[in-house]
Structure formats: structure tokens, C-alpha cells
């Protein structure tokens, strides 16, 4: 099904059964972003996707929904499609999917609790930054404020996710501060992994254009490093707190459990 459209992923569940729910992004306004400027956003028929469900292994414990952000199907869809995949793969016992702070925002504490207890256990989530000026800069679609909310939702409805930073974001001479304000976003809830990816500019691209006429320096590979460090300096779990910079675009490859393992890590960084 969809053969032709590219598919993009964690790389923790490289190994996951796949179930296509949307193609394209309904939103495709980020300007780091190229993964869908040409693909025009549409959301997979239920038909299809039992199709689907009819080729797949009976007994698969985990799928993960692919597209840009199931989660914007809204809550009637999605509640209808997890009750669709343990119809037909009863042990399966993780959904997890991307999900952006604005699509979260259309759900309330009790939805997102009923579809935690219906399988859905965990999202991925691209924070980006914790400073509003570069999410602004970048398009995110939220602030600072609304990211805070909508995790803090997630925590009183006991739906894990993961936090997705980019570093070198805040561009040339800002990543201290960036990575400060990173840390005191992520301080304000609990998430279950913190996942760095280095800033790349992509041809085609907002910020690629944006570069090209001064407007936007990316910082060189040693502010990036340090941004990094400011970044473990400061983070501040409640709990133990998985932080993974393994993603192909980082510089360095580290991972480890905060806040036990945070001088190794820093340590692994400044030796580079």
C-alpha cells in the first residue's frame, strides 16, 4: 500500500511493524524542514488500512503509525483506528506514532487518557527549542507555553512520549542561551527520552534560502558541542530520564540515563 510514497520513521523502530494513517503533513510550514514540500497531505481510508492489518503478523506486539502527524486524524479517527488494530492484532501491546504539539492541542486530558488505555503508548514529539523567537524564525506553529501544556496533558493522561531537540537551531552565537532555555522547557515536565538531531539545512527549504542571503549563520561544530553540553548542564529530570544524541545527524554519538550518567556524557563531548 503507498509503495511510492517515502516513509519516514524513528530509528527506534526500525524493526517495527509499519501502518500507514496519513501521507504528506498537514501543517508543511517548518522552514528546516524538505521531508514533505512536494507530497500533498491526505489521510489513509480505514479500508486501507485493514487491508493492511489483514498482512500483517496476528501475533505483532508493536506498530508504529507513519506520516508526518497521525495524531492531526483527531480523536473519533484515532480511537476508531486502535480499536481497528487489536481487532486484528490482539497482543499487540504499543501504538506509537509522531505527533506535533499543535494536533495535541485538540485533545483534552481524558481523550488522551482513554487512547493510552486503548494502546496508544507513546509519541514522538518535535519540541525543537525552548526559545519562542526560534520557533517563530522556524515555523514551528507553537510557543514555548503551548509545548509546556500540551506535555504536561500527557503526563496526567499517562502517555509517554519522547522529546525531540534540535541543537544548532538558534544559529550562530545564540546556542548557550538556546540550550539553557531548552533545558528549563524540558524541566517543566516529564518525558521518557530526550533525542538531540544536529540542525542540517536542507536544499529547498525556508532556512536553506535564508542562509543563502545572510539572514540565517549556522554555528560552527564547536558551538554545537558546547550547546550540547549547556544542554546535559542543566537538565533537571524528576525522574530518570533517557538522553540519546544516536540519531545520524549528530555529531556525537552518546546515550546514557539522567541525571546518573550526565558527567559521562558530558565528559564523552568535551574529549571529542
Not at 493510552?116 to 517563530?136: C, N, P, Q, S
Not at 540542525?199 to 540565517?216: A, N, P, Q, S, Y
Not at 533517557?242 to 546518573?260: A, C, E, Q, W, Y
Request: proline share 4%.
Amino acid at each position: 500500500m503507498y509503495k511510492r510514497d517515502t516513509i519516514y520513521y524513528p530509528q527506534d523502530e526500525m524493526n517495527t511493524v509499519l501502518l500507514p494513517v496519513t501521507l504528506g503533513c498537514n501543517y508543511n510550514r517548518c522552514a528546516f524542514c524538505s521531508m514533505y514540500k512536494d507530497d500533498r497531505y491526505s489521510e489513509v481510508p480505514f479500508f486501507d488500512i485493514e487491508r493492511e492489518l489483514l498482512n500483517i503478523y496476528n501475533y505483532t506486539e508493536r506498530v508504529f503509525l507513519t506520516g508526518a502527524d497521525p495524531m492531526s486524524i483527531g480523536f473519533d479517527n484515532m480511537e476508531r483506528l486502535l480499536d481497528i488494530i487489536h481487532q486484528h492484532l490482539p497482543y499487540c501491546a504499543c501504538v506509537a506514532s509522531y505527533a506535533s504539539i499543535r494536533s495535541l492541542s485538540k485533545y483534552s486530558v481524558e481523550e488522551l487518557s482513554i487512547l493510552h488505555k486503548k494502546g496508544l503508548r507513546l509519541l514522538y514529539i518535535g519540541f525543537e527549542t525552548g526559545r519562542d523567537d526560534i520557533l517563530k524564525l522556524m515555523k514551528k506553529g507553537h510557543t514555548v507555553d503551548q509545548a509546556i501544556q500540551q506535555a504536561n496533558k500527557l503526563n496526567q493522561a499517562n502517555l509517554q512520549f519522547n522529546s525531540i531537540i534540535m541543537y544548532g537551531i538558534a544559529g550562530k552565537g545564540k546556542s548557550v542561551d538556546n540550550a539553557a532555555a531548552t533545558a528549563r522547557m524540558i524541566n517543566r515536565f516529564t518525558t521518557n527520552r530526550i533525542i538531540t538531531m544536529n540542525l542540517i539545512i536542507f536544499e529547498g527549504t525556508e532556512l536553506k534560502d535564508m542562509v543563502d542571503r545572510g539572514e540565517f549563520i549556522p554555528p560552527k561544530a564547536g558551538e554545537r558541542l558546547l550547546e550540547l553540553k549547556t544542554l546535559l548542564e542543566n537538565l533537571e529530570p524528576e525522574r530518570p530520564t533517557i538522553f540519546d544524541t544516536t540519531h545520524p545527524t549528530n555529531m556525537v554519538s552518546v546515550k546514557g540515563i539522567l541525571p546518573r550518567d550526565r558527567n559521562r556524557l558530558i565528559n564523552r563531548i568535551v574529549n571529542l
